[in-house]
C-alpha cells in the first residue's frame, strides 16, 4: 500500500499544486475590438509573468456557449471561467495566471 502511495506522489508535477506548468488560457470572443484587446493584454500578461502557458482564441459561438459565456470577451485559465464581460487590466490577469 505504501507502494502506491509514492508511486502517486511521484506522479505529482514538481510544482505541486501551483498549476503553472502547460497552463492553458483561452480567450473567448467573435472577434470584436473588446475581444482583440483581451487577447493582447493576456499575451502580455504571459510574456511578462514568463509562464509557461498556451493561449488559444476561441471565436465559435458554439463553444463559447458550452463554457456557459453568454458576454464576451470572457477568460478562460485551465477549464475555469475566471472573466467575462469585460476587459480585465494587465494586472488583474497577472494575479490570476499566478496564483
Known sequence: MNDNN???ESKKSPLGDLG???MEIKVLGPGCPKCKTLEKVTRDAI???GINATLVKV????EI????VMTTPALVINGKV????RVPSI???KSLITQ
Not at 456557449?65 to 456557459?68: K, Q
Not at 475566471?82 to 464581460?85: I, L, N, R
Open 6 to 8: 509514492k508511486n502517486a
Open 20 to 22: 503553472v506548468a502547460n
Open 47 to 49: 510574456a511578462e509573468t
Open 59 to 62: 471565436e465559435d459561438i458554439v
Open 65 to 68: 456557449m458550452n463554457f456557459g
Open 82 to 85: 475566471v472573466v467575462k464581460g
Open 91 to 93: 494586472d488583474e490577469i
